[in-house]
């Protein structure tokens, strides 16, 4: 599958060109300053590391909005630690408390606990993750600890709190059950194929004697799709970032293992590809082959109806892998139009433009919808994960006076002005909406065993897809025959 050398848009953007859409009023609006804050018409566009800190604690006349209580807890950790953001938080929360005990406002101080409990209950419902190291525990422990000194028995802060830790202790188990399961499936079948002329036992069942129902199987593999993404977090994501800065300056940084979820996604893409090129490539007969592509031409198009992009880009990815691409006597029985319109949708040519259409549409039929069916968006994985990344690296993390830079520059349809929007605001806004995504619940039934086979069914190696392809149509060309003598003599050597 053709891929694109650089991807940078927003992903949700409406034009082409892959500008991000822009939430902001109009151009050229006024800056003001609040200590190390910069604001503009009222957003906030910079800030030091240590006033943007500052910012998300509350204070008797504060309390920070759940946006940027959100946006900053993300995007903190290109620049350090959770734990080392929470310590921060609990110094500047305590510097807080001491001078309001110190002019002995005990209602004032009960409100301003308060707070500080909320603030730690959204960190723990949106990040849980973040406090499943001891030391982050026993952090968040101490803080509470101290914020409920000044309420009574039974008090509404310690019932806060005790509820608190009560979600997040069972949301970190889940968690970790979650992964253990992950860890069990995390190792796919490989088959190591046909060896020279054998053919595949008659006993041996393919895709078609399962499921003959195009909408079913799109169906089914939404099933999968929304099981798999709901186990990625907000900070899986952002460790894209972290992880790929660290690469560029030589040095490590983070536990890369947090990307685990990432990867398994990214695997399930990959085997679903190798499952659709092996399910064409080990069927005998030219008809059966053709009529394989079919079907799975047909399953695209049913997942690209639902709003499942990924399953239908993987499908596509493994119909042009090179083994299923180059039976030529196949295709030509085939009625490509269908095809050729799939083609169209995840042509990479202007950003992969017409997929971008396409994902907008769904989103927006998302935002509108009146059933959990219209509700379901799973955008192509790795082109979002893409646009997260180049959406960091392209603007700059820090401004010349040390700022961190909460906004980037786009380029306005008006010439005589630019429009500025917040770039973490943005990536924030992304990962957000992606999460939402994610938590769609699956409307169609679950059918167990055709989920088995998708999941289990032993897939063919690289080189076994290219020997059953040159058994089922002959080498065409000398690349080709030398291809298949090398192959042969492979796997001669081995018996």
């Known amino acids: ?69 959100f946006t900053f807890l993300l995007s903190s950790r290109v620049f350090m630690s959770p ?23 005990k209602a004032i101080l009960k409100s301003f606990s308060a707070k500080i409990a909320q603030l730690l209950k959204e960190w723990t419902e949106a990040f849980p993750c ?71 036992p008659a006993t041996q069942k393919d895709i078609l004697g399962l499921c003959c129902d195009p909408l079913v199987l799109a169906q089914q593999l939404t099933h999968i799709e929304l099981e798999r993404v709901s186990s990625i977090h907000p900070q899986d994501l952002m460790q894209i970032i972290t992880h790929m800065d660290s690469r560029d300056k ?17 695997n399930w893409f990959n085997c679903l590809s190798m499952l659709v090129a092996t399910e064409v490539c080990r069927v005998v007969k030219k008809k059966h082959r053709t009529r394989m592509l079919e079907f799975f031409i047909d399953v695209a198009r049913e997942c690209f109806n639902i709003g499942n992009f990924n399953s239908m880009m993987a499908i596509i990815s493994g119909m042009n892998l090179s083994p299923v691409a180059r039976l030529k006597k196949t295709w030509s029985k085939v009625k490509t139009a269908k095809f050729d319109m799939l083609e169209h949708h995840v042509d990479p040519s202007g950003n992969f433009c017409n997929y971008r259409t396409a994902l907008q549409g ?27 990344y180049f959406l960091h690296k392209i603007h700059s993390t820090h401004l010349p006076n040390g700022h961190i830079n909460f906004k980037l520059k786009v380029a306005s349809k008006h010439p005589v002005c630019s ?20 938590q769609v619940e699956c409307p169609f039934e679950k059918d167990k065993k055709i989920q088995s086979y998708l999941l289990t069914a032993p897939i063919y190696s690289e080189e076994a897809l290219f020997i059953a392809s040159f058994e089922s149509e002959g ?16 796997l001669l050597n081995r018996a």
């Open 1 to 69: 599958m053709p891929q694109t050398s650089i991807i940078f848009s927003s992903i949700l953007g409406s034009s082409c060109s892959g500008q991000v859409q822009l939430s902001m009023g109009e151009c050229g609006g006024v800056a003001s300053s609040s200590g190390d804050l910069i604001f503009q018409d009222g957003h906030l566009i910079s800030g030091s590391l240590e006033a943007l800190m500052e910012h998300l604690v509350p204070t008797v006349d504060h309390y920070p909005d759940r946006t940027y209580i």
């Open 83 to 105: 734990h080392d953001l929470l310590v921060r938080v609990g110094q500047i929360s305590l510097e807080q408390r001491q001078q309001l005990e110190d002019r002995s406002e």
């Open 130 to 200: 973040d406090f499943q190291e001891e030391k982050a525990m026993a952090e968040l422990k101490a803080i509470t600890h101290r914020i409920m000194q000044c309420d009574e028995e039974n008090g509404t802060v310690k019932k806060a709190i005790a509820q608190m830790m009560q979600s997040l202790l069972l949301s970190l188990a889940a968690q970790s059950q979650l992964q253990e399961l992950r860890e069990k499936l995390r190792t796919p079948t490989v088959d190591k194929g046909p060896i020279l002329k054998g053919k595949p």
């Open 250 to 266: 030589h040095r490590c940084r983070g536990d890369l293992t947090k990307t685990h979820s990432l990867e398994a996604y990214d």
């Open 362 to 388: 769904a989103t927006q039929r998302s935002h509108m919808a009146n059933s959990s069916q219209e509700k379901i968006v799973i955008p192509v994985f790795n082109l979002f994960v893409k646009d997260i």
């Open 419 to 438: 429009l500025a929007v917040q770039k973490f605001w943005e990536i924030s806004r992304q990962i957000h909406e992606f999460m939402a995504w994610t």
């Open 475 to 490: 080498p065409e060309n000398h690349m080709e025959k030398d291809s298949w003598k090398t192959l042969r003599t492979t």
